[in-house]
């Protein structure tokens, strides 16, 4: 058995972000000033966690996120990211580059909801889902390769790690949602950061929660749970892995915490 801690963090704001214009794949830029602020905040946030591995997608303003995140880490500064096309956006097809309200009238004329419709040359939900659980099976062999072969050490750390996660769970419940940036941590030893994007982000979550049944904080309410990730918004999963001749095996899931943003209270212009 083998546990470690998915912590996921969304970009910070762009210009498109702020002017609710769509960016998909198509339109790749960087962050904007606030969106730089928001990622140093971030940054700051999570800087005493020593991330053990770092996945980014390849896109500019994901890229931009992860660097200054790392940059202001303790225990990582000088961490390589492994950029990660599977993280890409959902991508939205002819509606890149416009308004949101365009793909709402586009839903709203196919008499679809806004998050099921899919525009012309964009990605379906379930392929964005599929991309994520390629991403998934990729990580969950790695974790497993590079850890429970690295000798005895590797395997009582992560005998420790399952061992603890089920009294954090308890502690996790009689909190309020918002606290310290380990919560969740306390007995386990690898740590992986994913800095994704607001749509994807979102279809992991349900992917997690709904699929692979991950038990959720006492008194969660699933609003929260599923809601938009705001720009640098962090949720933190806690999963077990185990060995069968099929390869990994999700023995345990849990969440910590969703969309957090807590960071960005000081900040001048929220969100």
Not at 76 to 87: A, D, I, K, W, Y
Not at 156 to 173: C, L
Not at 184 to 202: D, F
Request: hydrophobic letters at 40%; proline letters at 4%; glycine letters at 8%.
């Amino acid at each position: 058995m083998f546990t470690f801690s998915l912590t996921f963090v969304r970009h910070g704001e762009t210009q498109y972000n702020r002017e609710k214009l769509l960016q998909g794949q198509g339109v790749d830029t960087l962050l904007s000033e606030t969106g730089v602020q928001q990622a140093e905040a971030a940054g700051q946030y999570l800087k005493d966690i020593a991330f053990t591995k770092v996945f980014v997608s390849n896109l500019q303003r994901a890229v931009q996120t992860a660097e200054i995140i790392l940059r202001n880490n303790s225990h990582c500064s000088g961490m390589e990211m492994v950029l990660e096309p599977l993280l890409r956006e959902r991508g939205f097809g002819v509606a890149e580059g416009r308004h949101k309200e365009y793909l709402k009238n586009m839903a709203n004329a196919a008499g679809q909801s806004c998050r099921d419709y899919t525009p012309p040359g964009g990605e379906t939900l379930d392929q964005v889902k599929l991309r994520f659980k390629k991403f998934l099976k990729a990580l969950f062999k790695q974790m497993l390769d590079e850890h429970l072969s690295s000798g005895p050490a590797a395997s009582s750390g992560a005998s420790a790690s399952g061992d603890v996660a089920q009294g954090t769970a308890a502690v996790a419940s009689n909190t309020p949602p918002c606290c310290s940036a380990d919560d969740g941590l306390q007995g386990v030893l690898v740590h992986t950061l994913v800095v994704s994007h607001g749509a994807y982000i979102r279809v992991a979550i349900w992917h997690l929660v709904e699929d692979l049944n991950c038990a959720l904080p006492a008194g969660a309410k699933m609003q929260q749970v599923f809601s938009p990730c705001p720009n640098t918004g962090i949720s933190r999963f806690i999963l077990t892995l185990s060995e069968s001749e099929s390869g990994p095996v999700l023995s345990a899931a849990r969440c910590v915490f969703t969309n957090r943003k807590d960071h960005l209270e000081n900040l001048a212009d929220g969100e």
